[in-house]
């Protein structure tokens, strides 16, 4: 899987390498139990701080979506990923009100919204965990 990090992007790198992993991790990229680089290496390869790597797996830790051993290293959760619960859906709420809000400024119909959603949504899903 590519990771590409953008300097100069207003979103913390951190937040760009969960997001991209989370992101192989639904389109099937990154298969349950495949190995992520270590920290150390993931951060040479990309040019960023090993701080920046580990507070990214720790969060990924955090939420389920990767474990971590000290023999192996950072494994994608080779069991079921975590359920959506309220929290999850808070979450997803928060995110998405901005968005929401930002296409009615816009003049884009619920229905074109939801399309796009839905497009990127079937887009995960074709090789990903649900799949």
């Keep these: 899987m590519l990771i590409r990090i953008d300097l ?3 979103e913390p790198i951190y937040v ?3 997001n ?8 099937g990229a990154l298969r ?3 190995t992520l680089p270590s920290v150390r290496s993931l951060a040479a390869d990309l040019g960023i701080n090993l701080h920046t790597v580990g507070k990214a797996y720790t969060q990924l830790r955090q939420e389920g979506y990767i474990q971590i051993h000290r023999q192996k290293g950072a494994l994608v959760q080779p069991g079921p990923m975590p359920e959506a619960d309220g929290e999850f859906f808070g979450k997803l709420e928060k995110r998405l009100r901005p968005l929401v809000a930002e296409a009615i400024c816009r003049g884009v119909d619920e229905r074109r919204f939801c399309e796009v959603c839905g497009r990127l949504y079937r887009q995960f899903g074709k090789g990903g965990v649900g799949a």
Excluded: T
């Design 8 to 10: 100069q992007s207003d």
């Design 16 to 18: 760009q390498l969960f």
């Design 20 to 27: 991209q992993i989370v992101e192989g991790i639904a389109s």
């Design 32 to 34: 349950p139990g495949e």
